[in-house]
């Protein structure tokens, strides 16, 4: 009987914590780093190390993507340009080329050694290429979109 207990307390602990409404993660300075709300769908916010909001992409309620934005380090949307990703070590883990607020262009990303992992390219804010590569750098995977 206290085997079935301790099982059901596990399992009622287990279940309240996968629902928890808020997730944050902290730099090693004690600075936000990101933080994922999942009230109403998926909010999920990056900060840079001094607490600078930089990326945010929002989730409805099914997991459908909605919408993403990048910011500059001063917390204003970047429209046009190359936004910079880092993560919790500083790292370079993302480079996108955006225009009129979407990505265009290559959105590349980076592994903890720093080697290109996977890209995708878009024109107009629609998707063309999908691509993953090995650590030696050789294209693994590529789609191009319909």
């Known amino acids: 009987m206290k085997i079935f207990l301790f099982v059901i307390c596990f399992i009622f602990l287990f279940i309240s914590a996968s629902r928890a409404e808020n997730q944050k993660v902290f730099y090693p300075n004690g600075k936000l780093f990101q933080e994922i709300d999942f009230t ?78 996977w890209k995708k390219v878009y024109k107009d804010g629609n998707l063309k290429l999908e691509q993953t590569f090995d650590k030696d750098g050789n294209v693994k995977y590529s789609k191009e979109a319909d």
Not at 47 to 67: A, M
Not at 90 to 102: A, H, M
């Open 40 to 117: 109403d769908g998926k909010d999920w916010k990056i900060y840079d190390s001094s607490g600078i909001l930089t990326h945010r992409q929002k989730y409805d309620s099914s997991g459908n993507f909605v919408e993403e934005t990048f910011y500059d380090q001063e917390g204003n949307v970047i429209q046009n340009g190359t936004w910079k990703g880092f993560n919790i070590d500083g790292k370079l883990s993302r480079v996108v080329t955006l225009k009129d607020g979407k990505i265009d262009g290559e959105d590349l990303h980076y592994d903890e050694q720093g080697r290109a992992n």
